[in-house]
């Protein structure tokens, strides 16, 4: 069913003209003309309860807006402010299907993507690192769970097998070398949860979708200002959210690169990330949690690549690609820096002892 979005934009009392924005994988995004607002339809397939979710970031924005103003910046343009619609609400229910929601446009801005500079990379360590420290006294308790499981990365490697078991999409013959590296590599994809379960490492707030397209920087001095994207904001570990960013951030090439041979880790990234997010965090981690960061590195590039080859086996339905092999594409080029990363794993040891300084 066609959609007028002008129809929609009406219902949050904005008349203006709007068009596609953004590169996100998930949900659908737009942004007006004049005045200026993002607008996005919430993907329900991939977000079951809009309206918990929304409740959610009401609940991280306005405990993040106190920090802000008490440390003297700006809460609307550090932080998102959800409008509401014309009757009060957070959320316009078109239909079943189709949910949608407004953010004030944060100006003076630019969103990184492929384009990285080791800079970029360093101020988004900082930007990153001060979201956690911000929600270091956030409640837990009063936030759901937006998606069950989300980096329980055993959890994932059960979905993979179950994929390639039902192999609904006929596809798993042709990507048997991959899913082989992708079984061989699940030794590891319990490390992180076995030690939340023993209580070795907290669990914490978390953003838990840290690319560096989810940070907006400011366009001139290229500083962190807001992190966006508050979908995923759920209990989970530090260690989600330092992995996350490297996975595509450490990497010499654009996630869906398709010739390996450009996708090398960058060991210079992973130091200037580092470097950023040690500085705002250096005093909240814990020695078990610090200890684990370049091992995170790993975990993450890893399970977002079993995920896009899960997705891959399942038909391609949770990720939106643009041309039919995306997802694998996706999926090797993740699982070719998964390598690279475990050959630099003490290299990058050494480089956050460097930084804790001992
Ligand atoms: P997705 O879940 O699809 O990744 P995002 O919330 O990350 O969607 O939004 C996609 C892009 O839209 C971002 O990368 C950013 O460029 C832009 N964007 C999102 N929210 C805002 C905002 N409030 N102000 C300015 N730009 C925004
Ligand atoms: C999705 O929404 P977006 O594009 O920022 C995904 C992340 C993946 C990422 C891979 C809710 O992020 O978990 O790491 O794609 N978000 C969700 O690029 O699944
Ligand atoms: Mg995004």
Known sequence: MEINLHEILLKFDINSGISNYGNGHINSTYCTDMPKYILQRINTNV???????????????????????AAGGDPDRETLTVMKTKTGEDL?????????????????????????TYEDLFNA???????????????AEILHETIVDFHHTPKR????????????????????????????????????????????????????DTKINNILFDAVTGEAVA???????????????????????????????ADLSKVNFDLKAFEMFAKGFLQETKDILTPAEIDLLPF?????????GIRFLTDYLNGD???????????????????????DM??????????VNEIIGC
Do not use: W
């Open 47 to 69: 977000f079951k309860d809009p309206y918990k979710l929304m409740e959610n970031i009401d609940n991280v924005t306005k405990f993040i807006r106190k920090k802000i103003e």
């Open 92 to 116: 316009y229910k078109f239909d079943e299907d189709n949910y949608f929601r407004v953010y004030k446009f944060i100006g003076d801005t630019k969103t990184v993507e492929d384009d990285k």
């Open 125 to 139: 360590g900082v930007g990153f690192g001060r979201f956690q420290k911000m929600l270091d006294d956030f409640p």
């Open 157 to 208: 490697v059960e979905a993979l097998k179950k994929a390639i078991e039902e192999d609904i999409a006929g596809r798993a013959a042709s990507v048997k070398e991959d899913i082989d590296f992708a079984l061989e590599c699940a030794a590891f994809a319990d490390t992180v949860t076995n030690k939340i379960e023993t209580g070795e490492i907290p669990v914490r707030v978390t953003h838990n």
């Open 227 to 257: 992190v966006i994207d508050l979908d995923t904001v759920m209990p989970g570990s530090a260690l989600y959210d330092f992995g996350d960013t490297l996975r595509m951030g450490a990497s010499t090439a654009a996630e869906d690169e």
């Open 296 to 304: 995170s590195a790993k975990l993450l590039t890893y399970e977002c």
């Open 317 to 339: 339905t949770y990720f939106r690609i643009h041309r039919p092999d995306h997802n694998i594409d996706r999926a090797r080029n993740q699982f070719k820096l998964v390598r």
């Open 342 to 351: 475990a050959e630099n794993e003490d290299k990058m040891k050494a480089v």
